[in-house]
């Protein structure tokens, strides 16, 4: 059973914006914090941003002023819009949630940032 499902990753030139989507099941995404987190290539996976339930934001230092966090609790989705790109952002994206014990990843989206 799919539980969160991530979309949006592409190809973008340096400078330019990308917004990733994740579609949440409904025991995962309600009044939980949802996080994205990020694998560059070779490299180990590393937290990006995260948005409570009321919406409050916390971002990587790495990408601060950059991408923004947002949720739609109505659809249970929650986005990263990603602007000002630079190819250090090159990775394969993850939603995240925790719900009881449990942790839920999604299958991951590929973000390819050219200079």
């Known amino acids: 059973q799919v539980q969160l499902v991530e979309s949006g990753g592409g190809l973008a030139q340096s400078g330019g914006s990308l917004r990733l989507s994740c579609a949440a099941s409904g025991s995962i995404f309600t009044r939980n914090i949802m996080r994205w987190y990020r694998q560059p290539p070779g490299k180990q996976r590393e937290w990006v941003a995260l948005?409570?339930?009321?919406?409050?934001?916390n971002y990587a230092d790495s990408v601060k002023g950059r991408f923004t966090i947002s949720r739609d609790n109505a659809k249970n989705m929650v986005f990263l819009q990603m602007n000002s790109l630079k190819p250090e952002d090159t990775a394969v994206y993850y939603c995240?949630?925790?719900?009881?014990?449990?942790?839920?990843w999604g299958q991951g989206t590929q973000v390819t940032v050219s200079s």
């Open positions: 948005i409570t339930w009321d919406g409050s934001t």
């Open positions: 995240y949630a925790r719900a009881g014990s449990t942790d839920y």
